[in-house]
């Protein structure tokens, strides 16, 4: 016995099938010029003190921003000035796109580092570059969560205060995403053509999470544009 109609509807039925597939292929692009370490790290997540206007701040704040995260003290002689400069420099060659970018420049010396004398510090940057001041259980969750080693051992006993923390820049996506580390900006004439062409390219991209987070933000129910 013919079935008619048979092959238009299996056809049908299969180019429907193959659309979810289609949609989760990887987009082919070239390869980041830093270190890329997507779905390595969690996604962008504390809860701060913002030095410029002693306001509590999390994550959310910043969703839709390409955030540049980076930990130090504004005591710091040299490897933090160094690489807040770079970054400064950075964001200059981008001047269209430079509002899209906040660097947050996390103490880990709350201690000294008061919410005045780290906004008068941030200042002397970018204007995207943000000063933030956690508790020491804040500030501890977020290292961590970032794997970030850091250490202050105050003066005493003829010892010198001395703070040590990493020099990497985790940098995150619209959505909060960790997607790239920045490294050797802590040394002065640094190279930076090939970090300045990868936060440009973070920035024009479309979204992190394709056609879906999309169409979440259509359907209003995501906030990464917020």
């Known amino acids: 016995m013919k079935m008619l109609g048979t092959k238009p509807y299996f056809g ?9 597939a289609l949609l989760f292929v990887p987009r082919t692009t070239s390869a980041w010029n830093s270190a890329a370490i997507d779905g390595g790290l ?45 970054l400064s420099q950075m964001l200059k060659v981008l001047p269209a796109d430079a509002d899209d970018v906040r660097v947050l420049f996390v103490t880990v010396d709350p201690d000294r ?42 003066a005493g006993h003829g010892r010198d205060y001395e703070v040590t923390h990493g020099s990497a820049v985790y940098v995150f996506d619209r959505n909060g995403a960790a997607r790239l580390l920045f490294t050797g900006l802590s040394t002065a004439g640094a190279g930076l053509t090939g970090m300045i062409e990868d936060l440009r390219k973070m920035i024009t991209a479309t979204g992190s999470r394709s056609w879906w987070t999309r169409m979440l933000q259509f359907m209003g129910l995501s906030n990464a544009d917020a």
């Open 113 to 154: 580092d008061t919410l005045s004398a780290l906004a008068r510090y941030t200042e002397s940057f970018a204007p995207q570059v943000v000063g933030l001041r956690g508790t020491p259980d804040q500030l501890a969750a977020l290292a961590k969560r970032y794997r970030v080693a850091y250490s202050v051992q105050p």
């Open 12 to 20: 049908l039925i299969t180019i429907l099938l193959a659309i979810p």
């Open 42 to 86: 969690p996604t962008l997540q504390f809860t701060m003190t913002r030095a410029s206007d002693a306001r509590t701040v999390t994550a959310t704040d910043y969703r839709g921003k390409i955030v540049l995260l980076y930990f130090g003290y504004t005591f710091c002689p040299d490897v933090c000035p160094t690489t807040l400069v770079n």
